[in-house]
């Protein structure tokens, strides 16, 4: 998708949510952005909500990292914390990792979830990064590694060595979790079809901007997943900032869904630390 189209799908997309259903996704059950879930079949400890660190990030930076710098999303992820968001994603491709750590000189390592994502593809380079990853966050291990933005259907082959290595390091305790993020249909029915991925990071939101499919067929897959004991995330929630005007929509549509981490109230609104968070960092970002 070129920018062009980008822009023109968020348009449509927020257009459609101004009347955006509330009533279909409302739930008896109350779930909080601090709420402690189990993720995935190794049951990793975190909150419900993460905070990110690339709404578009490539060649080692992001939006976030460019605009705030290493302080300001310190200052966001700590921000975060003070209100029960414990969850913190970042990634190789984004350049996060000095942000994560200049955020752990305040905050124990044992009481955050730390999720980042690597491109390797044998085992050597994933045996580097490992090691690296660990070294600029300054981390004796890693919560959740994921192979970052898989596009293939038959990734599994191509990510055969990496795949074997983050195993082993699995088994040494260097991480507790593995699995993927996905920017097609077709590999994301492949990590839903693989024993070896244990947590996915899907994109999902009502208006299927910076989607691989429409929201249902993403869902059904998703509730596959969910289905067969994996951990499953949503990204792109916010359409990659397309529909951040809309955040109530969607995120009441992506957390209405037990299929994905995420957080609704019994009356079908955003509960105030999940919007506070959200606010914030809009907000810290608009000022810098």
């Known amino acids: 998708m070129n920018r062009r ?16 259903p509330h009533h279909l996704f409302a739930s008896t059950t109350r779930k909080d952005a601090s709420d402690r879930i189990s993720l995935g079949p190794r049951k990793v400890s975190c909150s419900r909500l993460a905070m990110g660190t690339g709404t578009n990030g490539v060649g080692g930076s992001s939006n976030q990292t460019k605009k705030l710098g290493v302080k300001g999303v310190a200052d966001m992820f700590k921000f975060g914390y003070d209100n029960g968001v414990t969850f913190w994603d970042s990634a190789d491709q984004y ?14 390592r044992e009481n955050v979830t730390i999720l980042t994502k690597t491109h390797a593809s044998t085992a050597s380079e994933m045996k580097a990064d490992l090691e690296r990853f660990r070294r600029e966050i300054d981390t004796d291990f890693l919560d959740i590694v ?10 599994p082959e191509r990510k ?30 492949a990590a839903a079809a693989s024993p070896w991925v244990e947590v996915d990071l899907a994109r999902i939101n009502p208006a ?46 992506a957390l209405a869904h037990n299929n994905v981490v995420g957080r609704r109230d019994n009356r079908g609104e955003i509960s105030c630390n999940i919007w506070r968070c959200v606010r914030f960092a809009q907000n810290l970002s608009r000022s810098h």
């Open 5 to 20: 189209d980008f822009l023109v799908r968020g348009a449509v997309g927020a257009a459609a949510l101004n009347n955006f």
């Open 146 to 155: 994921l192979l970052h933005c898989m596009t293939e259907d038959d990734w």
């Open 208 to 253: 299927q901007v910076a989607m691989d499919a429409e929201p249902q067929v993403v869902l059904g897959v998703l509730k596959q997943m969910k289905a067969s004991g994996k951990g499953v995330i949503g990204m792109k929630i916010l359409g990659a900032g397309a529909l951040r005007d809309k955040a109530d929509e969607c995120l009441q549509f």
């Open 160 to 189: 055969k060595g990496a795949m074997e290595y983050l195993t082993e390091a699995q088994a040494k305790g260097l991480i507790h979790t593995k699995g993927t993020s996905c920017h097609t249909l077709g590999s994301l029915r």
């Open 95 to 108: 350049g996060s990792h000095p942000h994560l750590r200049e955020a752990l000189k305040s905050v124990r």
